[in-house]
């Protein structure tokens, strides 16, 4: 004979991964890093924009990135050349990054004396939509050779984003991608999302990518100022 | 395939539950989560995950998973219609064409309920306990 104890108290199931994500943002918000989660399917150019965007900084920040790959360090060693201070995760088995594996890395030297941190995370448009890393902004790239049909087969990734980046413009010419058709998509996904039409390769869109980085990183720290200052009134 | 890291935190969840019940002998009978059609969850391939990963935690082996797929709801951009977002109509309302605005359902990823198991035996015990 046996009892049964019903459970019944609501518990999200990823609530564990948003933990780590809450610690890990509050511990960006202490030190002032302004964080963005760079995703997109592998090859969208991702590694290619960062770094475009490390040769054309000029000093302003300090930045340092975080590389998430399945296997193997190319990217890192691609952005190593750029002069910016890179980690790498290998995730093995997992196809995306989850919060505990920033966690880990929270104390490393380069992560503390930067500013700006651009997480890198594993090529796919499914599974690192589901785990948030503490991050402040996060950048969901688009390559036109993907097709413009994306935005509907995956449409999480596209709803919980703040920037999408329509990449390899450059090569208009040689596919069948409508820029206006796939704005179209992403803004029914998404209303309030930016959609930028950039090439990394010529440069082409890219100072306004630029300028939108540089006006994101003056704008998380004037917000983490007021709720410094709040704090400070309270007390 | 990030249903096994979703099938190893409902059995976190489970394991969780058992511990706070503090006897050695309960058992998961049944775990309930919801899941909204607008998160990135396969429910096949999450079961197919939750049942080889249950084998490795004596106390889940006979627990069975059983999922709730909420449809999404959602209103609309332009005149806050409520409707159902469907990807063969690349999510637009069907009134007056607009995008989603905000979704009202269809985001959850829930454990809603834990059936234990405890034996009778130590269930009496405890009560003793207690009072």
């Known amino acids: 004979m046996h009892e049964s104890a019903d459970e019944h108290a609501l518990e999200r199931i990823l609530g564990k991964n948003d933990e780590m994500a809450d610690h890990n943002r509050e511990h960006f918000r202490r030190s002032k890093t302004c964080v963005f989660n760079v995703m997109s399917a592998p090859g969208a150019g991702k590694t290619t924009v960062l770094e475009w965007t490390f040769r054309n900084l000029d000093g302003k920040f300090k930045p340092c990135v975080i590389e998430g790959d399945m296997v193997g360090n190319l990217d890192a060693d691609r952005i190593a050349k750029t002069g910016t201070p890179v980690y790498q995760i290998s995730t093995g088995r997992s196809c995306h990054l989850d919060a505990q594996m920033i966690t880990r890395l929270l104390h490393s030297e380069s992560v503390e004396k930067s500013d700006t941190i651009f997480i890198e995370n594993v090529g796919n448009l499914v599974c690192p939509a589901e785990f948030p890393l503490g991050e402040y902004k996060r950048i969901v790239l688009l390559s036109i050779t993907e097709g413009d049909d994306k935005p509907i087969k995956y449409p999480v990734i596209f709803r919980n984003c703040d920037l999408v980046l329509l990449t390899k413009c450059d090569l208009m010419e040689h596919v069948d991608f409508s820029l206006e058709e796939a704005e179209k998509r992403i803004l029914a996904i998404n209303p309030n999302v930016l959609v930028m039409h950039v090439s990394a390769k010529t440069g082409y869109g890219m100072e306004k990518w630029l300028a939108w980085i540089v006006r994101q990183i003056s704008e998380y720290q004037s917000e983490i100022k007021k709720i410094a200052h709040v704090h400070h009134s309270a007390h | ?131």
């Open chain 2, 1 to 131: 395939m990030h249903e096994a890291a979703i099938a190893q935190s409902i059995i976190d969840i489970v394991l969780r539950r058992l511990a706070s019940i503090r006897s050695d002998n309960a058992k998961a009978q049944r775990v309930s989560v919801i899941l909204g059609e607008f998160r990135n969850v396969e429910p096949e391939s999450l079961a197919f995950a939750f049942e080889n990963m249950r084998e490795f935690y004596p106390e889940l082996t006979e627990c069975r998973l059983d999922m709730e797929t909420i449809s999404a709801q959602a209103k609309c951009q332009k005149a806050q219609h409520l409707y159902h977002p469907e990807p063969t109509s690349f999510y637009l309302c069907p009134i007056c064409e607009s995008g989603i605005g905000c979704l009202i359902r269809g985001e959850e990823m829930d454990v809603v309920n834990v059936v234990i198991e405890i034996p009778k035996a130590e269930e009496e015990k405890r009560h003793a306990r207690i009072g």
